[in-house]
């Protein structure tokens, strides 16, 4: 598999389907897909959606699959609550290098043993994707953290209130309802555009593509020619 195999689009309606579920997510230890998603998020819905993806994609198994899922989940971490994986891990690599996330663990490749991660380890951290996995440290892959630490760390209430919450807009449901109702109600002067209806959307949670194939899907055709509405 190569990151080509990986369709932006389809990964983030799967991440959706994901969602609706309701999965929650699992404890103890966590990957550093998880734990940068929860910096990100701060919601358990969003982690367990980010386990199920890791799991189903096969993200353990390091080089371009490590790669493409950072890259899917990262733009995906960021289109709904406005933080990256990249400043996700700045901040995680911050907290570690502080001491205030204690007790992840990692493999030696040295010598295959996994052990603890010393704070002082943080200041080489360097993001690679190696065949055997995503390797923040040289020399060392298969990173796991704590979930109480990390919770800890970074603490739910201390989110951006201007964050939109996961359950406001995440199911297929709400963000139907929502795009219908924006049809029904719109009173503007012109239609909107795709940008208008995606700048809306990110209000609420949702993801440029979501939006797209909300418009694909429930806007007039009036709207999706552009232009003036009729009449007007």
């Known amino acids: 598999m190569n990151c080509d195999d990986f369709d932006d689009r389809d990964d983030a309606l799967v991440l959706d389907d994901y969602l ?4 929650m997510p699992r404890a103890g230890y966590w990957s550093p897909f998880s734990a940068l998603a929860w910096i990100a998020s701060r919601a358990d819905e969003y982690i367990a959606a980010v386990q199920t993806y890791e799991v189903d994609q096969h993200a353990n198994l390091g080089g371009l699959h490590s790669s493409a899922a950072w890259t899917v989940l990262g733009d995906d971490a960021g289109a709904r609550f406005g933080i990256t994986f990249t400043e996700a891990a700045r901040l995680l690599r911050e907290a570690l290098e502080e001491g205030r996330i204690v007790g992840a663990i990692a493999k030696n490749l040295a010598d295959g043993v ?7 380890q943080w200041t080489d ?6 065949p055997e996995g995503l390797s923040l440290i040289p020399g060392f892959v298969d990173f796991k953290f704590p979930s109480k630490s990390i919770r800890e760390g970074f603490p739910a209430s201390n989110a951006a209130i201007s964050r939109p919450s996961v359950s406001r807009a995440r199911t297929k449901g709400e963000s139907e309802q929502w795009y219908t109702d924006r049809v029904k109600n719109w009173s503007g002067d012109r239609h909107p555009s795709r940008d208008d209806d995606i ?13 797209k194939e909300l418009r694909r ?4 055709s009036t709207w ?3 232009g003036r509405p009729q009449g007007s």
Do not use: D, K
Request: cysteine-free.
């Open 20 to 23: 609706v579920q309701g999965l």
């Open 125 to 130: 951290w360097s993001r690679t994707f190696i």
């Open 224 to 226: 999706r020619m552009g």
């Open 217 to 220: 899907t429930l806007a007039p």
């Open 114 to 120: 996994t052990g603890p991660v010393e704070a002082y």
């Open 199 to 211: 700048a809306a959307g990110r209000l609420l949670g949702l993801n440029a593509e979501r939006v």
